[in-house]
């Protein structure tokens, strides 16, 4: 199976190609809005990536007054915009699931995948059943709006199997795992899972236990993931979570400072092969 292209990457990818074509004209925003006779803001927001379908009208526009006549470079981006256009696959079969723009679209392209996680499993790592324990956990939730969420998590986790796969980076606290539930053999489902991912060497997955002898951690102001991208154009970004919503930080201050974190929490955390045998001794007590 194949990486699902991702039209919240290619949007982001397309606002990138943009603004690298306008600078390469040595244009100011100003100078072409005033040129194209376009309403104030309309650049900025197609450089910003605050569009949700890119008209390809004005980008075929943009092409033709930064001078693009090379065909290759044309067609890349209005395919790039066309790609945008499209309706992300968790959006045409989960939408009733997944918030709109949420961590899923970017994804579904990463190429390193590094979360810490202090209070549940990485959604990617879940099973099915600690997936609906986790859901039902959230008040008020009917058992009809649990199923879809586990349906779709568990679709999430197709970007681990077919072609490129994402590699992931778990940090977890000791208190995920002893938090696991006992009741209808949760834990011991979980525990098999993570420790058939971590084995596997086809899957690109390392799973890092921080113990709780380690103390206070750069990592007590929550969880978080930061995603890499192999395009070069795709720059790293930050994905916060809350309760109501999800915030992506993208400013390079803002994401070096989560890598510098991250970076600690490995070097604190249990390395992956004690990881592992904490796991196993907790599968067989």
Known sequence: MSRRISPTVRRRRL??????????????????????????GRLAHMEGNKWVRPDLGNVRQLLDY?????????????????QSRERGWWTKQYKDAFESGSLVGFESEASVVSTWQPVVVPGLLQTEKYAAASARAALARPAAEVD??????????????????????AVIDESVLHRLPREGGVA??????????AENPDNHVTIQVL??????????????????????????LVFLESRTEGLFLEEPPEVNEYRLVFDHLQVTALSQAESLRLMKKMLTD
Do not use: C, N
Request: net charge neutral; no cysteine; aromatic share 6%.
């Open 211 to 236: 113990p709780f002898r380690a103390g206070l951690h750069p990592g007590i102001s929550g969880p978080f993931v930061l995603l890499d991208f192999q395009d070069e154009l795709d720059a790293p």
């Open 148 to 169: 879809r969420i586990v349906e779709a998590r568990m679709a999430r986790q197709e970007v681990l199997v077919g072609d490129q796969p994402p590699t992931v980076w």
């Open 188 to 197: 011991r489902g979980q525990l098999a899972h993570l420790l058939g991912l």
């Open 15 to 40: 606002s990138a190609v943009l603004r690298q074509l306008r600078r390469a004209k040595g244009a100011t925003l100003e100078a072409v809005t005033a040129d194209l006779e376009w309403s104030r």
């Open 66 to 82: 930064y001078e693009v006549t090379d065909t290759k470079t044309r067609e890349a981006t209005l395919d790039l915009a066309r």
